[in-house]
C-alpha cells in the first residue's frame, strides 16, 4: 500500500514540529504505541498542546467528556 503523505498530512493535528512522521500515519501510530500512547488526531486541540498522549490521559478525557 502507497502512503498519500499530502492527503494524510492535510489532517494532522500534531503540533510538535520538529515530528519527522506528520503524514506518515502507519510511522505515527507504530512510534506511539511503543510508548502507551495515542497519535495527536486523536485529540482536541487543547488536550493534543500537552502532549500527555498516554492512554490514560485519553481514558480521562473520555470519562470527562473532553473527547
Known amino acids: ?3 498519500n503523505k499530502e492527503k494524510n498530512i492535510r489532517n494532522c ?3 510538535y514540529e520538529p515530528c519527522s512522521r506528520k503524514g506518515l500515519c502507519c ?3 507504530a512510534y506511539h504505541k511503543k510508548s502507551r500512547e495515542l497519535p495527536a ?5 487543547s488536550a493534543e498542546r500537552t502532549y500527555d498522549r ?3 490521559h485519553f ?5 470527562t467528556g473532553k473527547v
Do not use: D, P, Q
Open 41 to 45: 488526531c486523536f485529540f482536541n486541540e
Open 27 to 29: 510511522e505515527c501510530i
Open 54 to 56: 498516554s492512554y490514560e
Open 59 to 63: 481514558a480521562k478525557l473520555i470519562r
Open 13 to 15: 493535528n500534531c503540533t
Open 1 to 3: 500500500m502507497e502512503c
